[in-house]
């Protein structure tokens, strides 16, 4: 395997891609930025089931979003898919922090494309002015969804697998790192949520597969 760049850039149905080590892209044409799988209020809802993790994961998330959006000129940022966790993820801290959040980016244009957990948890509250549709969004020539799906006449990109690379070093140690797993059809974002499992992804011949670290993104290929 081989390391390229600190932030890569993909072209896609003619718009051009930026890979983020935040796991997110930025379509940079449109200001916009795509998220998948934040899972807001997951760590709360374990703690309300009685399940001792971690506290502080919302804004934790919040705040590299924050980030992201200072850096880049993010004007609009789509969620494709679970948003919220569960119907648990509306707890008063959860929300709390999410409204702050919103009362210091209120500029920012928010839609969401349901997922799976959305559709239990259901839509966010209407103070957070997130516009919920239902998938496929379509931006130009690429379909926004949650599942990675064949849509005709479009590529998509979405979410859900919360895709991950194992790689193995010269001392059989692993590693798993958060993945951008891009097919002939879809592609895949890795989740952006600090409190998220990984799903080990097999690509295959003509596949692009970009690992995601704390400070950059790089291609992975196969030596020849």
């Not at 993820?89 to 500029?107: C, F, K, L």
Request: charged share 20%.
């Amino acid at each position: 395997m081989n390391s390229l760049t600190t932030i890569a850039t993909v072209r896609i149905a003619g718009q051009d891609l930026m890979l983020l080590p935040e796991r997110a892209i930025f379509m940079p044409a449109s200001d916009t930025l795509l998220i998948a799988d934040a899972h807001f209020g997951k760590a709360s809802s374990f703690r309300q089931l009685g399940v001792p993790v971690p506290s502080g994961t919302t804004g934790e998330t919040l705040d590299v979003l924050s980030g992201i959006v200072k850096r880049l000129a993010v004007q609009r940022i789509v969620f494709l898919g679970d948003f919220l966790h569960s119907a648990r993820s509306h707890g008063p801290t959860t929300m709390a922090a999410m409204s702050e959040w919103r009362e210091r980016h209120a500029s920012l244009e928010l839609i969401l494309v349901r997922g799976n957990h959305d559709e239990r948890a259901g839509d966010p509250p209407e103070h957070l002015d997130i516009h919920p549709c239902d998938e496929p969004l379509m931006h130009g020539d690429i379909a926004l969804c949650h599942m990675p799906q064949a849509q005709p006449d479009a590529y998509v990109l979405a979410g859900h697998l919360h895709p991950c690379l194992s790689i193995g070093g010269r001392a059989h140690d692993w590693h798993r790192l958060p993945c951008f797993w891009f097919t002939a059809q879809f592609g895949v974002l890795p989740a952006f949520g600090a409190f998220t499992g990984m799903q080990t992804i097999r690509a295959s011949r003509g596949e692009r597969v970009f690992a995601a670290t704390d400070e950059r993104v790089f291609e992975l290929r196969p030596k020849r």
